[in-house]
């Protein structure tokens, strides 16, 4: 059994923030691959260049603190589509991450 390496104070410090920002990294790239998927399986079975990916009523409070950073890596992985977020109120279907290639 080896010995553990010192820990610095600034380390222990810093341990929660960068558990934190390592959780909320592990979402944002759960939902870019959720919608990424989606997108590139609606293009090769629809002729359609628009594909709306539904984020349910009841869902949208896990997407939203994220969305941002969401929408900017859609952006960086469709570089030539616009990528929006159409939000509906409570008694519209749901809101929206719109990927257009027209």
């Known amino acids: 059994m080896s010995i553990p390496k ?5 380390f222990l410090r810093g341990a929660h923030s960068r558990f934190q920002e390592q959780m909320r990294m592990q979402v944002i790239n759960q939902r870019v691959t959720c919608v990424y ?3 590139l399986q ?12 539904l984020i349910e009523e009841n869902l949208k409070h896990m997407w939203e603190p ?6 900017v890596n859609l ?3 469709f570089p030539e589509c616009s990528v929006d977020y159409i939000y ?4 519209g279907p ?7 290639w027209t």
């Open 6 to 10: 010192p820990v610095s104070r600034d």
């Open 37 to 39: 998927s989606h997108v």
């Open 42 to 53: 609606f293009a090769k079975t629809n002729p359609d260049t628009r594909c709306l990916f």
């Open 66 to 71: 994220h969305m941002t950073d969401v929408l």
């Open 75 to 77: 952006t960086e992985l």
């Open 88 to 91: 509906k109120d409570m008694n």
């Open 94 to 100: 749901g809101s929206y991450i719109v990927i257009d």
